[in-house]
């Protein structure tokens, strides 16, 4: 596999403080790669020098082999939604989409496609500053993904979201991933999402990568998938036929790595209300 993201010894300091000191890893073509850690890691501060955002104090960053400029704030076959949503607030859904069709040939017909997939239609006509945080989060989305990106950054995606959106989010990037084999860099807090998302993760700790974990080799862990009612757990049981998925109630409990969950999830599109790791990755953590 090629490279799609090579980061050697970077470093970056505001006000005096050292906020990534001498970060080095790559990610291959087609990954999906988690990124871990406290508040103040250095998470979000590293996505920003990878999309151009920041620019780095020393270290070298290329994305498909490119080098990244100093200062270069636009990367041609990345899309990325860092920290906040930030689309135009005074202007609809449909004004927005119509505004960053301009830079990507196609892209019109691509967003219409994920807003009828994110149930997004009502808000073509509102204004966006009055979505609320849920839907503030699809419509970035859909100007991300309306790119068609190669890769794709995206810093908590589901942060502050209510379990059924995030639920929806991540089948989304699921779909995205197989649909494409987009590379994809994903930080987050949520142990379960990154879990199931993605095939290796880095934990950052005081702007340094001190440890990584790969997935793809874990052992297997239990899954609780809670459905609205005992009849539609049954009904999902019923249509996988899986013996690694056993029902209690309204949830179906799911044994095997997160790889193969989401999998499953990705075939059969269950409508689900929660999704909990019984066992996720919180060894990471207990190492300090």
């Not at 998938?225 to 109630?249: I, P, V, Y």
Request: aromatic share 6%.
């Amino acid at each position: 596999m090629k490279e799609a993201i090579c980061v050697e010894g970077l470093t970056k300091a505001i006000g005096g403080r050292r906020i990534l000191d001498g970060v080095s890893f790559a990610v291959q073509e087609g990954e999906i790669v988690g990124l871990v850690g406290e508040n103040g890691a250095g998470k979000s501060s590293l996505l920003k020098c990878l999309t151009g955002l920041w620019r780095p104090d020393a270290g070298r960053v290329a994305v498909f082999g490119r080098e990244i400029a100093a200062g270069c704030g636009y990367l041609e076959e990345t899309g990325a939604l860092i920290e906040y949503p930030a689309l135009f607030g005074e202007y609809t859904l449909a004004e927005n989409i119509e505004l960053f069709s301009a830079f990507c040939p196609g892209g019109k017909e691509r967003a219409a496609r994920l807003v009828s997939r994110l149930g997004l239609e009502e808000g073509m006509r509102r204004k966006v500053g009055t979505f609320s945080s849920g839907m503030k989060q699809k419509a970035c989305l859909v100007a991300v993904l309306m790119r068609s990106p190669r890769l794709l950054i995206l810093d908590e995606p589901t942060a502050m979201l209510d379990p059924k959106i995030s639920l929806e989010l991540r089948s989304l990037i699921r779909e995205y991933h197989q649909s494409y084999h987009t590379t994809i860099l994903i930080s987050g807090h949520d142990l379960s999402e990154i879990e199931t998302l993605c095939g290796r993760v880095l934990k950052m700790k005081a702007g340094k990568i001190v440890s990584e974990f790969d997935l793809s080799h874990s052992p297997e862990r239990v899954y609780r998938l809670k459905f609205a009612d005992r009849a539609q757990a049954a009904a999902a049981l019923a249509r996988t036929g899986n013996a690694n998925l056993r029902q209690e109630g309204e949830s179906l409990y799911f044994r095997g790595t997160g790889r193969e969950l989401s999998d499953l999830l990705t075939e059969y599109r269950f409508e689900l209300s929660d999704l909990t790791v019984c066992n996720p990755l919180e060894a990471l953590f207990e190492e300090g």
